[in-house]
């Protein structure tokens, strides 16, 4: 302090604290508990939900059939007629052009080590009509990028199942 100032007396200013403020409780936090049961509640259904029905069953039927070309496709680009025949209609797998297991492998090897994989970079225009579906498949050879293809493509359920079918 300076020579000759004088000291005040006054007490410092202090925060002003409201005499008439109740004490908090928790009726005061009861809306915020309400909102976190609410959102505990929904996260639990859509746990169960996930849990209980499988992405499978969650999907429409249009990407159901969009699931059940790229099977077929990736059966042939990893050369597995288990697969293929999974894949496949019930009608296709009966007619006389169906190949044999010796030419399935035997073709979709040669068309591998001289085109590469398969690559559908999209599958377009699907329609589903009961047990009937019908697509465009867009496809090419990755080592032949820029020779592309459009196949339409039909698609039937059997047995609860979609399956590639030529007819």
Not at 70 to 85: F, K, L, S, W
Not at 117 to 127: A, F, G, Q, W
Request: one cysteine or more; charged letters at 25%.
């Amino acid at each position: 302090m300076a020579k000759g100032a004088r000291r005040s007396s006054a007490p410092e200013p202090t925060d002003p604290q409201p005499d008439d403020a109740p004490p908090p409780s928790w009726r005061n936090a009861w809306p915020f508990l309400v909102a976190l049961v609410v959102v505990a509640l929904a996260a639990l259904g859509i746990g169960l939900s996930y849990l209980f029905r499988p992405a499978e069953e969650r999907a429409s039927d249009a990407a159901k059939v969009q699931y059940a070309i790229n099977d077929q496709y990736t059966a042939r680009n990893n050369v597995d007629y288990a697969a293929y025949r999974e894949s496949t209609c019930a009608a296709e797998l009966a007619s006389t052009g169906f190949p044999s297991e010796q030419t399935f492998t035997t073709e979709n090897q040669a068309s591998l080590e001289a085109n590469g994989r398969v690559i559908i970079p999209e599958i377009t225009d699907v329609s589903v009509d009961g047990d009937r579906a019908t697509a465009k498949v867009h496809w090419q050879f990755d080592k032949k990028s820029d020779q592309t293809h459009t196949v339409d493509t039909v698609v039937v359920r059997e047995d609860g199942n979609w399956k590639v079918c030529k007819a």
